[in-house]
């Protein structure tokens, strides 16, 4: 499977951002697509995952009630909502994939940047 984040760009503080990432090359029925993201300077973190077959979803506790993951299986598109953006968010935002029997994404997209100015 092939990922391609899109989306970022510069926002302000209290802005909402919208990422999709467009999956293709296979079908994702028992994958689970995730969402990282990388500050300057910060190591990766987990922003949260939605599974491909029920649209469950698993969000980094300090993101709660800001995020909302979801997907439209007749795009092959999973979608990053987040509210209320703070200049903390500011990173390079990944979507990545995995089997639902793996523990690792194995397959990563190359990224896009948000910036969020105060």
């Known amino acids: 499977v092939q990922l391609q984040a899109s989306g970022g760009g510069l926002l302000q503080a209290g802005d909402s951002l919208r990422l999709s990432c467009v999956a293709s090359?296979?079908?994702?029925?028992?994958?689970?697509i995730g969402w990282f993201r990388q500050a300057p300077g910060k190591e990766r973190e987990f922003v949260g995952h939605?599974?491909?077959?029920?649209?469950?979803?698993f969000y980094n506790d300090s993101l709660k009630g800001r995020l909302t993951l979801s997907r439209d299986r007749t795009k092959n598109t999973v979608y990053l909502r987040m509210n209320n953006l703070k200049p903390d968010d500011t990173a390079i935002y990944y979507c990545a994939a995995r089997s639902s029997a793996a523990t690792t994404y194995n397959t990563w997209g190359q990224g896009t940047l948000v910036t969020v100015s105060s």
């Open positions: 939605i599974t491909w077959n029920f649209g469950t979803t």
């Open positions: 090359g296979r079908t994702l029925t028992n994958w689970i």
